[in-house]
């Protein structure tokens, strides 16, 4: 009876210690619920559910290590939920969204499960908000678009622009807001981020590498541009919606996560000195 008590007494702690989480969950269904939706009705905004699997990939391979418990994790997260409270009341989505990733951030510093850079994964997956892709639109995808059709006719096609919409014999195919690139912005920038924590990074390691593969968004768009705009050449103009609606960030997504892993980590021991 003694050693199934020693047994029992460990899962007992590891499920207290998910407790919180779940408290976290349930205060801030009414905006997961939302982000839902989102995801579900706008096919721009998913690239952003990648962090979602980076963040289980994180758990997955360091078990959510205890690091030392941080009291002013408190603050954030106090001030995440009030974020998230004054986002809903003010019909803000992107304020009460980015309130889950603060609160998250605090609470991690509170619980000190999981760390720090771990836990920060959760701000890649908030999309970006309608009203910046129609701040930068339509002038960024009729640039992107201008400099894929002039890559593509170079290769032979024969398209031509009409205003945001690509022609050519074989049919049209027209350019929207998230062609411009910035749905990947978070997707890539998570993905930097997750190769930091499998270098054994610190978070300016994670941070600096999240940046690198942010910026890279803008020449990846245009080659995804330059496919769509040959696959509308070759007849097949249905084709090249469908690439630059999913087929782009899933291949980037997969090609990016499986050169991540092929990396490996600088070592066997993942350090958290200085994560939290």
Same mark, same amino acid.
């Given at each position: 009876?003694?050693?199934?008590?020693?047994?029992?007494?460990?899962?007992?702690?590891?499920?207290?210690?998910?407790?919180?989480?779940?408290?976290?969950?349930?205060?801030?269904?009414?905006?997961?619920?939302?982000m839902a939706e989102t995801f579900w009705r706008a096919p721009?905004?998913?690239?952003?559910?990648?962090?979602?699997?980076?963040?289980?990939?994180?758990?997955?391979?360091?078990?959510?290590? /205890?690091?030392?418990?941080?009291?002013?994790?408190?603050?954030?997260?106090?001030?995440?939920?009030?974020?998230?409270?004054?986002?809903?009341?003010?019909?803000?989505?992107?304020?009460?969204?980015?309130?889950?990733?603060?609160?998250?951030?605090?609470?991690?510093?509170?619980?000190?499960?999981?760390?720090?850079?771990?836990?920060?994964?959760?701000?890649?997956?908030?999309?970006?908000?309608?009203?910046?892709?129609?701040?930068?639109?339509?002038?960024?995808?009729?640039?992107?678009?201008?400099?894929?059709?002039?890559?593509?006719? %170079?290769?032979?096609?024969?398209?031509? =622009?009409?205003?945001?919409?690509?022609?050519?014999?074989?049919?049209?195919?027209?350019?929207?807001?998230?062609?411009?690139?910035?749905?990947?912005?978070?997707?890539?920038?998570?993905? %930097?981020?997750?190769?930091? =924590?499998?270098?054994?990074?610190?978070?300016?390691?994670?941070?600096?590498?999240?940046?690198?593969?942010?910026?890279?968004?803008?020449? =990846?768009?245009?080659?995804?541009?330059?496919?769509?705009?040959?696959?509308?050449?070759?007849? /097949?103009?249905?084709?090249?919606?469908?690439?630059? /609606?999913?087929?782009?960030?899933?291949?980037?997504?997969?090609?990016?996560?499986?050169?991540?892993?092929?990396?490996?980590?600088?070592?066997?021991?993942?350090?958290?000195? %200085?994560?939290?």
């Open positions: 009876m003694k050693m199934l008590s020693t047994e029992m007494a460990p899962r007992e702690s590891l499920v207290a210690s998910w407790l919180p989480w779940l408290g976290l969950g349930v205060a801030v269904s009414p905006v997961l619920a939302s721009h905004s998913r690239p952003a559910l990648l962090a979602a699997v980076l963040l289980a990939f994180a758990l997955a391979r360091t078990g959510a290590p /205890s690091v030392p418990a941080h009291r002013d994790g408190g603050v954030g997260l106090a001030l995440g939920l009030l974020m998230v409270v004054f986002g809903l009341a003010g019909e803000t989505e992107f304020v009460a969204r980015l309130g889950i990733p603060v609160a998250a951030l605090g609470l991690a510093r509170l619980a000190g499960r999981p760390d720090a850079r771990t836990a920060a994964l959760l701000f890649f997956a908030v999309p970006v908000p309608a009203t910046l892709l129609m701040l930068v639109s339509p002038a960024l995808e009729l640039q992107l678009g201008r400099l894929a059709l002039l890559a593509a006719n %170079g290769l032979g096609a024969s398209l031509e =622009l009409s205003g945001r919409t690509w022609v050519g014999t074989a049919g049209r195919l027209e350019l929207t807001p998230p062609d411009n690139g910035l749905p990947l912005v978070p997707m890539l920038a998570g993905l %930097g981020w997750y190769a930091g =924590l499998r270098a054994a990074g610190d978070l300016r390691t994670c941070a600096t590498r999240a940046l690198a593969f942010g910026v890279i968004t803008i020449p =990846l768009q245009l080659a995804g541009l330059v496919v769509a705009a040959c696959l509308l050449w070759a007849g /097949s103009p249905d084709a090249g919606h469908v690439w630059l /609606s999913r087929g782009l960030w899933l291949t980037i997504a997969v090609a990016g996560l499986v050169w991540i892993e092929r990396q490996g980590p600088r070592s066997s021991t993942v350090s958290h000195g %200085g994560a939290n």
